[in-house]
């Protein structure tokens, strides 16, 4: 079946302008992730959401940042105001279950360049 | 809290010779381990998981990793490297009881060469 797909695949905006970068997870999976990957730097956990539940924003590093997962099916990661060091590689993730045995599987990502 | 170290940003492997890509964490509870691999413009792809039971893990494409608890190790091997290998691996861990986030550690990249 299909696997995580997101868009758009790249994303060039201004300083300033607001993003929203969307996720279609894997059909079934309960669980959603987003990360982000900086250059030369590991997957830094951003939000979770598991079915109905009030999603875990821990990692969200700013009031900037917001998502929201619709139907417990598409995500959209919401960016305002951007700045430059927002500029990274924004993953999304989804697992079967909210068992934290399961494996996730992730999309191509979403490469941003906030200029 | 949770955490990885990937202690090798690189590892340099001719092909045919065995490889390793080391991985250390730490939980307070029990751990669920996984590594996965990063080819270059592309998603992460899981590999293999440690959840319980045996502590050698086989997975994809060959590779296999080895729990040890009293190390605190879950190290990536392959009997005989192929070029084809070659990408950013990821370990990564999370405690089984109570996380929901994958903590990640920095990645290691493979270069196997001719």
């Known amino acids: 079946g299909a696997g995580v797909s997101q868009s758009p695949s790249n994303k060039v905006t201004e300083k300033g302008k607001d993003v929203e970068l969307r996720c279609d997870p894997i059909?079934?999976?309960?669980?959603l992730y987003w990360y982000r990957q900086s250059l030369g730097q590991g997957l830094e956990f951003l939000i979770y959401?598991?079915?109905?539940?009030?999603?875990?924003k821990s990692g969200l590093p700013s009031d900037r940042f917001s998502a929201e997962r619709t139907g417990g099916s598409v995500s959209t990661l919401t960016i305002q105001r951007t700045q430059q060091e927002d500029s990274a590689v924004y993953l999304c993730?989804?697992?079967?279950?909210?068992?934290?045995?399961?494996?996730?599987?992730f999309g191509p990502g979403t490469r941003l360049t906030v200029l | 809290a949770q955490s990885v170290a990937q202690p090798e940003d690189q590892v340099n492997v001719a092909e045919g010779n065995p490889l390793t890509v080391k991985c250390t964490y730490s939980?307070?509870?029990?751990?669920?381990l996984f590594w996965y691999v990063q080819y270059p413009n592309r998603g992460l792809q899981f590999l293999l998981k440690?959840?319980?039971?045996?502590?050698l893990v086989k997975g994809s494409y060959g590779f296999e990793a080895e729990f040890n608890k009293s190390q605190t190790s879950f190290h990536l091997k392959k009997p005989s490297a192929l070029v084809s290998d070659s990408a950013l691996y990821f370990c990564?861990?999370?405690?089984?009881?109570?996380?929901?986030?994958?903590?990640f550690g920095t990645g290691t990249r493979l270069q196997v060469t001719l």
């Open positions: 993730a989804s697992s079967l279950g909210q068992e934290t045995y399961n494996e996730q599987f």
């Open positions: 059909s079934g999976h309960t669980a």
């Open positions: 959401f598991q079915g109905n539940s009030a999603p875990d």
């Open positions: 939980v307070s509870g029990n751990p669920y």
């Open positions: 440690y959840i319980t039971g045996d502590n």
């Open positions: 990564a861990v999370r405690d089984a009881g109570t996380a929901s986030k994958l903590t």
